[in-house]
T-cell receptor, first 114, second 114 residues
Framework: GEDVEQSLFLSVREGDSSVINCTYTDSSSTYLYWYKQEPGAGLQLLTYIFSNMDMKQDQRLTVLLNKKDKHLSLRIADTQTGDSAIYFCAALPLNSGGYQKVTFGTGTKLQVIP | DTAVSQTPKYLVTQMGNDKSIKCEQNLGHDTMYWYKQDSKKFLKIMFSYNNKELIINETVPNRFSPKSPDKAHLNLHINSLELGDSAVYFC?????????????FGNGTRLTVT
């Protein structure tokens, strides 16, 4: 099955850029997602990228996809204290039996230092 | 205008008891899920229903029984609760795969078994 890996922790200063990295194993993954989880809350979809794209920008968020290396990254520009949360990468393989069997990464805890 | 709502938010109970968690979505989605998030924030799919039919049933003890009375509701009943069942349980919904419909999550139910 699909494995999705992320580093566990990232600390940045307010105003700097944050880059959260993710690797996945199933090259058939069609959609790759980034979710944000704040304390005590559910997961909120931030952005996603389709596998035929290599970059997607949405305001302060930039997603880069390297299909050859099966590597996904999320860049947050001008990181704010409100960005402190856990960020999950998730992949939807093509061969998931026709259903949304999304695999989540381990999550990266982003700490923003004022 | 809550999209995916689950109740209760917190559930504290003793070993051996039986408990239920309820979930409802008003997004018109056909597919609903239960995910378990452990203390290390790792998310694992447990079950998925599409139009009231069970489509994903991961390796979960049969003490866990999902029930979907209609496509807007998916409940989770747990018998004979064990300490290891302590976790946060998330309900989610989406359209079926093939349509890029990301998962929409509820805010979670924190289950503590003592």
């Amino acid at each position: 099955g699909e494995d999705v890996e992320q580093s566990l922790f990232l600390s940045v200063r307010e105003g700097d850029s944050s880059v959260i990295n993710c690797t996945y194993t199933d090259s058939s993954s069609t959609y790759l997602y980034w979710y944000k989880q704040e304390p005590g809350a559910g997961l909120q979809l931030l952005t996603y990228i389709f596998s035929n794209m290599d970059m997607k920008q949405d305001q302060r968020l930039t997603v880069l996809l390297n299909k050859k290396d099966k590597h996904l990254s999320l860049r947050i520009a001008d990181t704010q204290t409100g960005d402190s949360a856990i960020y999950f990468c998730a992949a939807l393989p093509l061969n998931s039996g026709g259903y949304q069997k999304v695999t989540f990464g381990t999550g990266t805890k982003l700490q923003v230092i004022p | 205008d809550t999209a995916v709502s689950q109740t209760p938010k917190y559930l504290v109970t003793q070993m051996g008891n039986d408990k239920s968690i309820k979930c409802e979505q008003n997004l018109g989605h056909d597919t609903m899920y239960w995910y378990k998030q452990d203390s290390k924030k790792f998310l694992k799919i447990m079950f998925s229903y599409n139009n009231k039919e069970l489509i994903i049933n991961e390796t979960v003890p049969n003490r866990f029984s999902p029930k979907s009375p209609d496509k807007a509701h998916l409940n989770l009943h747990i018998n004979s609760l064990e300490l290891g069942d302590s976790a946060v349980y998330f309900c989610a919904s989406s359209q079926p795969a093939g349509v890029n419909s990301p998962l929409h999550f509820g805010n979670g139910t924190r289950l503590t078994v003592t």
